[in-house]
């Protein structure tokens, strides 16, 4: 489970910043929604490992 979650922050941490990079405000809020979802998945990765 623990390296499925890694994966999934680092794509969608790349896809921001290439979202970010190469297409700027046009597409401002699905890089926004990119952006939140991987700081909820490092969240529940940081909760996961203090309870383990």
Do not use: E, K, P, T
């Not at 489970?1 to 941490?13: D, P």
């Not at 290439?18 to 939140?36: C, K, M, P, T």
């Not at 998945?41 to 996961?48: E, P, S, T």
């Amino acid at each position: 489970m623990g390296s499925i979650l890694n994966i999934v922050i680092i794509v969608l941490i790349v896809l921001w910043l290439i979202g970010y990079i190469g297409f700027g405000a046009a597409v401002g809020q699905f890089i926004h929604i990119l952006l939140v979802l991987a700081v909820i998945a490092i969240i529940v990765r940081l909760v996961q490992g203090r309870s383990v």
